[in-house]
């Protein structure tokens, strides 16, 4: 196994590791309900991608507080 021939220096280091920051995500904006979202993804908040709704978002929250009437029920 090879050893490094010198020590390599705070300032070398820096140099070398400038590249690693973290860049910020880019956002588009939903062609819908004009919410920020990342390209080539469903929008979260409408469940709209390429000029269709893809996530039935409507449903699920009827499904949520359909279970939520339930659990309460129950608990009475």
Same mark, same amino acid.
């Given at each position: 196994?090879?050893?490094?021939?010198? $020590?390599? /220096?705070? @300032? =070398?280091?820096?140099?070398?590791?400038? +590249?690693?920051?973290?860049?910020?995500? /880019?956002? =588009? %904006?939903?062609? #819908?309900?004009?919410?920020? *979202?990342?390209? +080539?993804? *469903?929008?979260?908040?409408?469940?709209?991608?390429?000029g269709?709704? %893809?996530?039935?978002?409507? =449903?699920?929250?009827?499904r949520? /507080? #359909?279970?939520? @009437? $339930?659990?309460?029920?129950? =608990?009475?």
């Amino acid at each position: 196994m090879g050893l490094p021939a010198k $020590r390599r /220096t705070k @300032q =070398s280091k820096r140099e070398r590791a400038a +590249h690693f920051a973290l860049k910020a995500a /880019t956002l =588009s %904006v939903c062609q #819908k309900c004009k919410h920020p *979202v990342r390209p +080539h993804r *469903v929008c979260q908040n409408c469940g709209y991608y390429k000029g269709r709704d %893809v996530l039935k978002l409507a =449903s699920k929250d009827a499904r949520k /507080t #359909k279970r939520k @009437q $339930r659990k309460e029920k129950k =608990s009475e």
